[in-house]
């Protein structure tokens, strides 16, 4: 099996950075793409960046030059960076990972337990 644990989150005022990690393990052949979701009360599960092997990214545009993501190969992890953070980017964010088990044929999907991030205005 595989498991995805997030650290990071925090409160921090509008406008604030923080930075979030998530580190993968266990049984991994292959990671192949990562990215980062965020729920918000109420809300439904929505995509803030990804990130696939080769570094490739996509953004939402709600994040589009704000945030950034970043990935270590040799550490299986993945880092969402969030700068000039607003009010509404408070949120429970989650790791997303697909991944070749080394054991299994194909490709298997997860995520994290999430963290939250909390901005106040």
């Known amino acids: 099996q595989v498991k995805l644990v997030e650290s990071g989150g925090n409160s921090v005022q509008f406008g604030g950075s923080l930075r979030l990690s998530c580190v993968a393990s266990g049984s991994i052949g292959t990671i192949f793409g990562m990215g980062w979701y965020r729920q918000a009360p109420g809300n439904e599960r929505e995509m803030v960046a990804t990130i696939t092997r080769d570094g490739d990214t996509n953004y939402a545009d709600s994040v589009k030059g704000r945030f950034t993501i970043s990935r270590d190969n040799a550490k299986d992890t993945v880092y969402l960076q969030m700068n000039t953070l607003k009010p509404e980017d408070t949120a429970v964010y989650y790791c997303?990972?697909?991944?070749?088990?080394?054991?299994?044929?194909?490709?298997?999907?997860?995520w994290g337990q999430g963290t939250q991030v909390t901005v106040s205005s």
């Open positions: 997303n990972a697909d991944v070749k088990v080394s054991y299994r044929y194909g490709i298997e999907n997860y």
